[in-house]
């Protein structure tokens, strides 16, 4: 049984900064790409970065410069750092792994509960 738990989701004001983790846990083999997602009221989802295990990253335009993802892959965990936040960050944030479980011979993409992000002053 494989599991993502998000955490870090809350209300700040614009200019602000709030740090996202998530961590996979249960029986995995490897992991191959970890980011995040994030999805506003009546907008498509968006993704805003992902990061391979070596490190490599990709942001969407309207975040660069303000957000930086990392990750520990001793603890299966990523992260996503937001500073200068606006109101229009404001989303429900989805973290997500491609990673292969123990003993499959496939790898899936596998998703958070997601967790909420509200700036506002």
């Known amino acids: 049984q494989v599991q993502l738990v998000e955490s870090g989701g809350g209300l700040v004001q614009p200019g602000g900064s709030l740090r996202l983790s998530c961590a996979a846990s249960?029986?995995?083999?490897?992991?191959?790409?970890m980011g995040w997602y994030r999805q506003a009221p009546g907008k498509q989802r968006e993704l805003v970065a992902p990061?391979?295990?070596?490190?490599?990253?990709n942001y969407a335009d309207s975040v660069k410069g303000r957000f930086t993802i990392s990750r520990d892959n001793a603890k299966n965990t990523v992260y996503l750092q937001m500073n200068s936040l606006k109101p229009e960050d404001t989303a429900v944030y989805y973290c997500?792994?491609?990673?292969?479980?123990?003993?499959?011979?496939?790898?899936?993409?596998?998703w958070g509960q997601g967790t909420q992000v509200t700036v506002s002053s």
């Open positions: 997500y792994a491609d990673l292969t479980p123990t003993g499959w011979c496939y790898s899936r993409t596998y």
């Open positions: 249960g029986s995995i083999s490897s992991i191959n790409v």
């Open positions: 990061i391979t295990t070596g490190g490599s990253t």
